[in-house]
């Protein structure tokens, strides 16, 4: 190519490129008033609201209307959170009737947006996290239109509606909920899935109970954040956690999953099966090894503590480290270890001797 042509071309992708700078800014400037206006038009109109519930105790029947017209543009629907969700307008008793109010308009549109754009569907679920925060909201209809968002393959829509349904905290269509989204069709990290079981507003022992009946059905990935929300909640299944952490052909997360639950909930049976783990010589199978390690901090006995300083001597610096770990938890101190401190094995020894400094220095700090 010819270089005076280049230099032509470049010279035409930079003045593209200022154009476009220029009208995207320009649409901006232009948005924030607009987006101004549509909210303090929407606070007038739920101001006036709140002074009809407080002299009749309801909102006048025309408002329901008006915002099943209006919510439908996805612009009116975020001047209207950005309403309810700052100042006055959305935290007082009399606001709480507000929105408890203006929940068969909600429910009109979430039939509206399921048909929408990914996007605006997605920015709907977002703005219904928020509607439903902190108010367990048990209504059928609206559960069964928030399954049909789950199934958006949109990784937003699914985590927004997910998050709506804990809040409502009906077990049955969360479990329902969370088998749908385990469809492969949209990955979502299994600490997201986590994180969002915790944070059911219900009876955790319910989930927990509901999800644990189905759980053969869910793929490896799903079930890894079910056996890891089970273990930051409830410690009624330990028996459980046993049989899939003695089970070879179980999915080694699964596996390890289940040894981290045994290492928070003392489980008696366990504990030949985690010093096993422990002195497995096979650096292949490293990783139960220092999970098991870690997990025997709560296992009190002398052949815990000689398994412990037994894998100072591992290959493996994270299993050193573990049991570096869980020994400081069993409060050995110089003389339990003189073995290790007077031995061969250098890096035993400063292991074990970078753990015990640590120790006195967090205590002189204390």
Known sequence: MNIEVMIYVYGAVCVSMIMFNFVYNMMLKWSVPRMKRRREKFERMVMLQLSEIRRSGEIDPRHAAVL???LCHVNDLMAFHMVINEGDAGKSELAETYLRQIRPAILYLALV????????AGYFTYFLSNYTAGRQMPVDSLQDILLEYVRKENLYCRFNALKVLYHMANPEYVVRAIKIADDGNVFMHNKLITEGLLSYSGDHGQLISQLWSEFSGFSNHMKLAILNYIRFCSGDYKEEMYAIMTDRAENIELRLSAIRYLGKYYYGPARDDLIGFVLDGDMSRWEYATVAASSLASYPGQEVVD??????HSGNWYVRYSASQSLEHHNVDYSDILDITAGNDRYAREMMMYRLESRKLQSAEV
């Open 68 to 70: 099943r017209r209006k």
């Open 113 to 120: 947006y399921r048909d929408k754009a990914n996007d605006k």
């Open 307 to 312: 398994a412990l300083k037994e894998a100072l």
